[in-house]
C-alpha cells in the first residue's frame, strides 16, 4: 500500500517565456530570506486555492501581468523555515498579456534572461537554477 503525504501547505512557481527567455526576479534587498537573490516569480498558497489559482495570483501581485499555467514540470519538497513539511510546484506559463512587468515591494529588479544568460545571474540558489533550467528544457 502506498502512503500520501501530507503536506502543511504549499508553493507555486513560474517559469515564464518570452522570445526566447524566461522572467526572473530579484528579491528586495531588506527581504528577511535570501535579500537580493534571484529566483522565478511564485509563493505560497493560500487557504483554500488550487496550484494553478495561487499561480496565477501571485504573478499578478508580484509581476504585474496575466498568465496562463500551461503544466507542472517539477516538483520540490522541503521543509519550511518554521518546521512545516511544504512542497513547490513549478508551472511553464503562457503569457496572456504583453509582458509590461510592474514589481511589488517584494522584488527590486527583473530581467528576461536566456539559457546561456542564466549561468552568469548571481545571486541564485542552485536548487533554482536548476529549477529554471528544467524549464527551459521542457520548452524544446
Not at 504573478?59 to 503544466?71: L, S
Given at each position: 500500500m502506498d502512503l500520501i503525504k501530507q503536506?502543511?501547505?504549499f508553493s507555486v512557481t513560474a517559469f515564464i517565456?518570452?522570445?526566447g527567455k524566461a522572467l526572473v526576479v530579484q528579491r528586495a534587498a531588506d527581504d528577511n530570506f535570501l535579500p537580493?537573490?534571484?529566483e522565478q516569480?511564485?509563493?505560497k498558497a493560500d487557504?483554500?486555492?488550487?496550484?494553478?489559482e495561487a499561480l496565477i495570483r501571485e504573478v499578478r501581485e508580484e509581476a504585474g501581468i496575466e498568465i496562463k499555467p500551461m503544466r507542472s514540470y517539477h516538483q520540490l519538497e522541503y521543509t519550511h523555515r518554521d518546521g512545516r513539511l511544504m512542497c513547490e510546484y513549478a508551472y511553464v506559463c503562457e503569457l496572456?498579456?504583453?509582458p509590461i512587468i510592474k514589481l511589488s515591494s517584494e522584488h527590486q529588479n527583473y530581467q528576461w534572461v536566456s539559457l546561456e544568460e542564466l549561468k552568469t545571474v548571481s545571486p541564485m540558489s542552485d536548487?533554482?537554477?536548476g529549477v529554471i533550467q528544467?524549464?527551459?528544457a521542457r520548452l524544446s
Amino acid at each position: 500500500m502506498d502512503l500520501i503525504k501530507q503536506y502543511d501547505g504549499f508553493s507555486v512557481t513560474a517559469f515564464i517565456p518570452w522570445q526566447g527567455k524566461a522572467l526572473v526576479v530579484q528579491r528586495a534587498a531588506d527581504d528577511n530570506f535570501l535579500p537580493g537573490y534571484w529566483e522565478q516569480v511564485g509563493g505560497k498558497a493560500d487557504a483554500g486555492e488550487s496550484q494553478k489559482e495561487a499561480l496565477i495570483r501571485e504573478v499578478r501581485e508580484e509581476a504585474g501581468i496575466e498568465i496562463k499555467p500551461m503544466r507542472s514540470y517539477h516538483q520540490l519538497e522541503y521543509t519550511h523555515r518554521d518546521g512545516r513539511l511544504m512542497c513547490e510546484y513549478a508551472y511553464v506559463c503562457e503569457l496572456i498579456d504583453d509582458p509590461i512587468i510592474k514589481l511589488s515591494s517584494e522584488h527590486q529588479n527583473y530581467q528576461w534572461v536566456s539559457l546561456e544568460e542564466l549561468k552568469t545571474v548571481s545571486p541564485m540558489s542552485d536548487e533554482m537554477r536548476g529549477v529554471i533550467q528544467r524549464g527551459f528544457a521542457r520548452l524544446s
